[in-house]
């Protein structure tokens, strides 16, 4: 199962949210790039950011640390955060991230989504964030009226690549990701699924990795604020 060790940035820093809420904003001292070299330098292969610049502007506002990161260091990169347009996708893609990941974006228009998973082949991820069974949008600031299992099962024969699923009321609380949702999401998704949201310790990386059809498990506050050792977490790392 693969780790995915998290970088949220605003305004050019590390960052973590209290269930995406921008006013509940924990900033860290640490750069994107320096917090990027110490994942790479403790052996993780694979890394998820989020530019929330980007969530709020539906713009690259960030690319070019991405860019920074990508070319400094061999990881394997999902980048999220407002890419609302064929352009956005073929940008990152051209930096040389691993996945995209559409979000609001692809709930709202699933036109979009099925566009970019023909025009980007293997390379589109989809980041579905649930609050109650329902899927929300816009940085979760509105609920879409839409089950995330309905959504899913429109989109399921898209060729989307990878599939990051996120319950709200767990995300940056620390108290374990909602394993038995996620599991409803992975017997019925056609493609692999990252767990996201609330992790709290090694016990729930060990747990994810004893469930099927799940690829990974994003870690993000947890780190921050020391909770889990990355010496521990890379071990768990595969």
């Known amino acids: 199962m693969k780790i995915f060790p998290a970088i949220d940035i ?4 590390c960052v973590r949210l209290i269930k995406g809420d921008f006013d509940k904003k924990t900033e860290y001292e640490i750069s994107p790039v320096e917090q990027a070299k110490k994942y790479k330098d403790h052996g993780f292969k694979n890394l998820h950011i989020v530019d929330l610049d980007g969530a709020l502007t539906g713009e690259t506002v960030n690319l070019d ?5 990508v070319d ?5 990169i999902e980048i999220g955060g407002g890419i609302r347009n064929l352009d956005s996708i073929q940008k990152y893609i051209d930096a040389g991230v691993e996945k995209v990941i559409l979000g609001s974006a692809a709930i709202k228009d699933k036109n979009f989504l099925k566009d970019s998973c023909e025009k980007f082949p293997n390379k589109i991820a989809l980041g579905l964030d649930a609050k109650d069974g329902y899927l929300s949008v ?10 995330t299992l309905d959504y899913l099962k429109e989109v399921n024969d898209y060729g989307i690549s990878r599939l990051i699923f996120t319950d709200i009321n767990r995300d940056g609380m620390k108290q374990s990701p909602n394993f038995d949702e996620t599991l409803k999401v992975a017997e019925f998704s ?17 747990k994810a990795k004893s469930l099927k059809n799940i690829e990974g498990i994003i870690v993000g506050k947890a780190i ?3 909770d889990i050792k990355l010496e521990e977490l890379v071990k768990e790392d595969a």
């Open 10 to 13: 605003i305004d050019k820093k």
């Open 65 to 69: 640390i991405i860019q920074d990161i």
């Open 72 to 76: 400094k260091f061999d990881l394997e």
């Open 138 to 147: 816009s940085g979760w600031k509105e609920s879409s009226n839409q089950l």
């Open 190 to 206: 056609n493609f692999p699924v990252v767990i996201s949201g609330g992790v709290s310790s090694i016990g729930d990386i060990k």
């Open 224 to 226: 921050y604020d020391g």
